[in-house]
């Protein structure tokens, strides 16, 4: 799974030119969010966003990357149970 977000050419890439790089993978996407959060040390707040065909994540990643705040997926009709 992981290499159909990141491809292992990219993942050399950034390896050669020095960044630390490691794999984050879960079985889908609300768990891999679960996974990432997991890395995060949080002051105890998150984002909650769609998971589905959404630019909502990508809009918040910056402001959450500078303040540490994981992003953690959804669905549009209930919260996954690797979510939760």
């Not at 491809?7 to 020095?18: A, D, F, T």
């Not at 707040?45 to 705040?69: E, H, N, R, V």
């Given at each position: 799974?992981?290499e ?8 050399k ?5 020095g ?13 891999t ?14 984002f909650?966003?769609?998971?589905a ?21 959804s669905?549009?009709s ?7």
């Amino acid at each position: 799974m992981g290499e159909c977000a990141i491809s292992n050419n990219i993942y050399k890439q950034l390896i050669q030119k020095g960044y630390k790089v490691t794999r984050i993978v879960g079985n889908n996407r609300y768990d891999t969010s679960v996974q990432v959060a997991e890395q995060i040390s949080s002051n105890n707040q998150i984002f909650l966003t769609t998971g589905a065909d959404s630019p909502d994540p990508l809009s918040i990643a910056p402001y959450a990357g500078k303040m540490q705040i994981p992003i953690l997926l959804s669905n549009n009709s209930e919260l996954p149970s690797e979510v939760l």
